[in-house]
């Protein structure tokens, strides 16, 4: 692989794999599909419960408005409920509900069975240097996220 050609090549395989397991995870769905930044909303309140509009807004890199159509819609569809900040009662507290555990959990699963089956397939070596990628591609995803945050 030419040197020049690295970024474009590495981006495109990135966004090509997340593309298609989006696609595959949704086309396996009976439930009604939840669109990709809903998702990305559920799974941030996953891992940060209690979370406002604009903390959600800046870690997702959407405007607020945004966001708060997206929990607004979340609440409706019974996955977030929007309590208040005790401190502040015009800041609104993200929670997942139930249901929203629940799809998720069954997300993580049907995820992580779809990309072990496919590791699966790969020979040793491939998965082996799947595997020593994984530190380097998670130092550049903060790398990524702490130069957005800075502009």
């Known amino acids: 692989m030419e040197t020049e050609n690295f970024p474009e090549e590495l981006a495109d395989a990135l966004v090509g794999v997340q593309r298609l397991i989006r696609r595959r995870l949704r086309s396996e769905m009976t439930l009604p599909r939840l669109r990709g930044a809903e998702v990305e909303l559920l799974r941030l309140v996953e891992v940060r419960p209690g ?3 604009s903390d959600a807004a800046r870690e997702l890199f959407l405007a607020s408005n945004s966001v708060s159509t ?3 819609q979340l609440v409706k569809d019974g996955f977030l409920i929007r309590g208040t900040d005790p401190a502040d009662r015009r800041a609104a507290r993200l929670q997942l509900t139930e249901a ?4 998720l959990g069954d997300w993580h699963a049907r995820r992580a069975a779809l990309v072990r089956g496919q590791v699966d397939r790969l020979d040793p070596t491939d998965r082996d240097a799947l595997r020593a990628a994984i530190p380097a591609l998670r130092r550049l995803a903060e790398n990524l996220h702490e130069e957005a945050e800075e502009s």
């Open 51 to 53: 979370i406002g509009i």
């Open 100 to 103: 929203a555990r629940t799809r």
């Open 70 to 72: 997206l929990a607004n």
